[in-house]
C-alpha cells in the first residue's frame, strides 16, 4: 500500500534560519505530491504540489522537488520567519488503481524563534 | 465562496450521546472526506464520498456513520459517544479527477469533539 514518512518534529529554528522537513514515500502507481500547513487552530491547505517526476512546486518561498529515484519531496525555505511556524504535513494522490484517497504524513511542527 | 463550512465548531459531549456534524462545500466537488486528527496520529481518515449516493469506510469507521446528502453536504453522525472518540474532526473535498490533474484536497476549519 502507499505510504508518506516524513521527519518527526519539532523543528525549532531561528528567524532567517535554512529550513529542511524531510519526506519520503512508498506508491504502487504514478502519485502526485503534496505539501499542506495547518496553522493554530485552523484546518489544513495546500501549500505547493507537484504532478510528475522532477516538477518542483513553490509557493510563499517554500520549495520542493519530485524526486522519483529516490522517491523523496523534502520541502525547504531559505529563511524561514516567525509567521512560518506551523504544522507541515507531506501527502500524495495515487491515480493508480482508481483510489481517490490521499496518504498524509503525520506531520512536523515548526517553531521559529525571532 | 466559502469554501468547505463545519458545524459545531466545538462540542462537549457525554459518554454515550450522539450528535451530527455537518459539512457543506460550494466549489462543486465531487469528493468528500472526514478526518480525525489526534496528537502524534496525524490525520486518519473515517469515511469519504466519491461521489454523490456513494460512502466507502475509511482506515477508521468503528462507531461513525456518514451521510452524502447531496452533492454539497456530507455529514458524520456519531450514535454514541466515546471518550477515544474526544478528537478534532476535519471534513475536506477535492476537485474532479481531470486527465493529468490530481486532486487538491480543502479542508474545512474543523470540529473540536470532547466526549467527557
Known amino acids: 500500500g502507499n505510504s508518506v514518512t516524513q521527519m518527526e518534529g519539532p523543528v525549532t529554528l531561528s528567524e532567517e534560519a535554512f529550513l529542511t522537513i524531510n519526506c519520503t514515500y512508498t506508491?504502487?502507481?504514478?502519485?502526485?505530491l503534496f505539501w499542506y500547513v495547518q496553522y493554530p487552530g485552523e484546518g489544513l491547505q495546500l501549500l505547493l504540489k507537484a504532478t510528475k517526476a522532477d516538477d518542483k512546486g513553490s509557493n510563499k518561498g517554500f520549495e520542493a522537488t519530485y524526486r522519483k529515484e529516490t522517491t523523496s519531496f523534502h520541502l525547504e525555505k531559505g529563511s524561514v520567519q516567525v509567521s512560518d511556524s506551523a504544522v507541515y504535513f507531506c501527502?500524495?494522490?495515487?491515480?493508480?488503481?482508481?483510489?481517490?484517497?490521499?496518504?498524509f504524513g503525520r506531520g512536523t511542527s515548526l517553531i521559529v524563534h525571532p | 465562496n466559502a469554501g468547505v463550512t463545519q458545524t459545531p465548531k466545538f462540542q462537549v459531549l457525554k459518554t454515550g450521546q450522539s450528535m451530527t456534524l455537518q459539512c457543506a462545500q460550494d466549489m462543486n466537488h465531487n469528493s468528500m472526506y472526514w478526518y480525525r486528527q489526534d496528537p502524534g496520529m496525524g490525520l486518519r481518515l473515517i469515511y469519504y464520498s466519491a461521489s454523490e449516493g456513494t460512502t466507502d469506510k475509511g482506515e477508521v469507521p468503528n462507531g461513525y456513520n456518514v451521510s452524502r446528502l447531496n452533492k454539497r453536504e456530507f455529514s458524520l453522525r456519531l450514535e454514541s459517544a466515546a471518550p477515544s472518540q474526544t478528537s478534532v474532526y476535519f471534513c475536506?473535498?477535492?476537485?474532479?479527477?481531470?486527465?493529468?490533474?490530481?486532486?487538491?484536497?480543502?479542508f474545512g476549519p474543523g470540529t473540536r469533539l470532547l466526549v467527557l
Open positions: 475536506a473535498s477535492s476537485e474532479p479527477r481531470l486527465a493529468g490533474v490530481k486532486e487538491t484536497q480543502y
Open positions: 506508491a504502487t502507481g504514478y502519485p502526485s
Open positions: 501527502a500524495l494522490s495515487d491515480q493508480g488503481g482508481g483510489s481517490y484517497i490521499p496518504t
